[in-house]
């Protein structure tokens, strides 16, 4: 399995706590991104596999257009080239969707959407910077099952201010009566450069943000959204094959400032500048060289986030025998902050808290 992640730079503005590359930019500059990404993709420096999966992610991707993003798929399979029945998504804010792009891009063969709802709360939304409405969303849906497309996922953060468990219920409850078979929930975090940050806005206590976590893992669990991931949560089919290839090291390539790849065992990069992306002779000689991937702590670290968990035999090592490793896990297990199921090791949602501790743990940090 391999896959492409396409990052589409744009927004209208800037949410208060979001940390990803992303600025506003002319009709022009967009019209000059989407026809770089194509001429890339028919130069490929070094061979790279046919893909099985494809991201549009941001920014807001439907900043660029459907026709652009049409544009990218076809260059995408022509050279790397793309599977038949690849997962193909475009992430999405409700407000800057509508039924023509969904149709358009549904024709190109775009088969899965991720909305960011975040809150169905309009003070929280307010204060997330976010520009929607819960009944925007509701629409998006609809449009998105109405042109065919049924593979949808919604995003909602976890430990906003001034959430409760009440709050978190309400959001929870209009999700799953939307009956998405995919849904990622994320702890708020606090970047630096972001507007939260500049404002000194305080995370939730620990304790409080454990709470909303747990709550969030057991009702979605109960209403059959299973945990698959740390973060996600889905019906039985519908786990995110493109994320899966981050957790489970396979090779993916990411196009754009900022996109990250994991190509030849090696980690990749582009600078987070558009401009200098647009402008160079040759983009592909921008991306830097961060090092090798894919080793035990890097094996240990994805393979933990992910409900079936890390093969004890796969972890083993010269320098971590699988013995080894079920002596370190012991407490752990003790302490129901792991399983050991199938011969592998996997986090609790208690775990999951505090995965970076176990990690550390298990290696012998």
């Known amino acids: 399995m391999a896959g492409l992640y396409v990052h589409v730079p ?31 993709l028919t130069c490929l420096p070094r061979p790279f596999p046919a893909v099985e999966s494809v991201y549009f992610g941001g920014g807001t991707p439907p900043l660029l257009g459907a026709d652009a993003i049409a544009s990218i798929l076809d260059a995408a399979r022509r050279h790397p080239g793309v599977r038949n ?17 969904i149709d358009r891009i549904a024709a190109a063969g775009v088969n899965r959407l991720s909305f960011g709802l975040q809150s169905v709360h309009p003070e929280q939304l307010r204060r997330l910077g976010r520009e929607h409405t819960p ?22 953060m976890l430990a906003l201010p001034g959430q409760t468990e009440t709050s978190l219920e309400e959001t929870l ?12 929930a ?5 970047e630096e450069g972001t507007r939260f940050a500049a404002e000194g806005v305080c995370p939730l206590p620990e304790d409080s943000q454990a709470a909303l976590y747990l709550y969030a893992a057991d009702r979605l669990e109960r209403a059959g959204l299973f945990q698959y991931e740390i973060s ?70 994805l393979r933990l986030r992910l409900r079936e968990g890390l093969p004890v ?12 490793l079920l002596l370190r896990a012991r407490p752990l297990l003790e302490a129901g902050l792991l399983r050991h199921t199938g011969g592998a090791l996997s986090l609790t949602p208690r775990g999951a808290l505090v995965s970076n501790s176990i990690v550390g743990l298990l290696l012998g940090f």
């Open 10 to 40: 744009f927004c209208r503005r800037k949410c208060a706590y979001c940390a990803f590359y992303s600025l506003p930019a002319s009709e022009e500059a967009r019209q000059r991104y989407a026809a770089r990404l194509c001429a890339m």
């Open 173 to 184: 409850a209009w999700c799953l009566g939307q009956d998405v078979p995919h849904l990622s």
């Open 232 to 301: 996600n949560f889905a019906r039985p089919g519908y786990e995110s094959r493109h994320n899966r290839c981050y957790w489970t090291l396979e090779e993916y390539l990411g196009l754009g400032p900022a996109a990250h790849s994991f190509w030849g065992g090696r980690r990749l990069a582009f600078p987070a500048e558009l401009e200098a992306f647009l402008e160079a002779p040759d983009p592909w000689a921008l991306l830097s060289d961060m090092g090798a991937g894919g080793d035990l702590a890097e094996t240990v670290m």
């Open 135 to 156: 009944e925007d969303a509701a629409r998006v849906l609809c449009e998105a099952r109405r042109a065919g497309i049924h593979n949808l996922s919604l995003d909602v």
């Open 313 to 324: 035999e796969e972890a083993a090592h010269p320098g971590l025998a699988a013995e080894t």
């Open 85 to 101: 029945g690849a997962e193909i998504t475009v992430e999405c804010n409700p407000e800057s969707t509508d039924a023509a792009f």
């Open 186 to 190: 994320y702890l708020l975090s606090i």
